[in-house]
């Protein structure tokens, strides 16, 4: 399976302010990566997916001005957070889709996520 | 669409305890099915997966059964720990999409 990495590990930052979170394929080439947000003692919320060399395909109720994805490379993915406020706070995971060989399909492989805590 | 039902929890028991995480799913097609389980502060980590009807997956004494004619796919454990502390995800997958369900936290106490 894929190793994905995410930076940083957790963030805090002020009101009104950007955040750039990176998620990157370690061993693996990700021609689709995808982004979740999780609240607090909930589920994950499919946000985007991000496809390297277009534009991310987000979902309904994600505003795509807030939440800017960048997929430059198959190695990389990033998740910029914009003006953001403390409803931004949350806990951000990347996943990367890559062929399981074992089973023959394809599986996401999740980074370790992002703490994001915006004051 | 989608989705993905599990029980509520949270699930708390005794160590070495039989453990039932219950998960039904709706779905369109066939879709192959996850448990994921997150440690606190961590991301999701894969537990098992089935991809077909009557595929069991099992790791780490942690197993589950792809059941078709009951659309489920319950975690069960024999004896759990209290590493086993975490939050449990059910999910399916159609597509490339993942759907998950609300997570059941399990608590397990010496």
């Known amino acids: 399976g894929a190793v994905v990495s995410q930076h940083p590990s957790w963030v805090i930052c002020k009101s009104g302010t950007s955040v750039k979170i990176e998620c990157r394929s370690l061993?693996?080439?990700?021609?689709?990566m995808f982004w979740y947000r999780q609240f607090p003692k909930q589920s994950l919320m499919l946000m985007a997916t991000?496809?390297?060399?277009?534009?991310?395909?987000?979902e309904q109720g994600v505003e795509k001005d807030k939440f800017l994805i960048n997929h430059a490379s198959l190695t990389l993915s990033t998740l910029t957070v914009t003006s953001a406020h403390p409803e931004d706070s949350s806990f951000y995971i990347c996943?990367?889709?890559?062929?399981?060989?074992?089973?023959?399909?394809?599986?996401?492989?999740f980074g370790p996520g992002t703490r994001l805590t915006v004051l | 669409g989608d989705s993905v039902t599990q029980m509520e929890g949270p699930v708390t028991l005794s160590e070495e305890a039989f453990l039932t995480i219950n998960c039904t799913y709706t779905a369109t097609g066939y879709p192959s099915l996850f448990w994921y389980v997150q440690y606190p502060g961590e991301g999701l980590q894969l537990l098992l997966k089935a991809t077909k009807a009557d595929d069991k997956g099992s790791n780490k004494g942690f197993e589950a059964t792809y059941r078709k004619e009951t659309t489920s796919f319950h975690l069960e454990k024999g004896s759990v720990q209290v590493s086993d502390s975490a939050v449990y995800f059910c999910?399916?997958?159609?597509?490339?999409?993942?759907?998950f369900g609300t997570g059941t936290q399990l608590k397990v106490e010496l």
């Open positions: 999910a399916l997958q159609g597509g490339n999409k993942l759907t």
């Open positions: 991000s496809n390297e060399g277009s534009k991310a395909t987000y």
């Open positions: 061993d693996f080439q990700a021609t689709t």
């Open positions: 996943s990367v889709l890559g062929w399981a060989s074992v089973s023959s399909y394809n599986e996401q492989f």
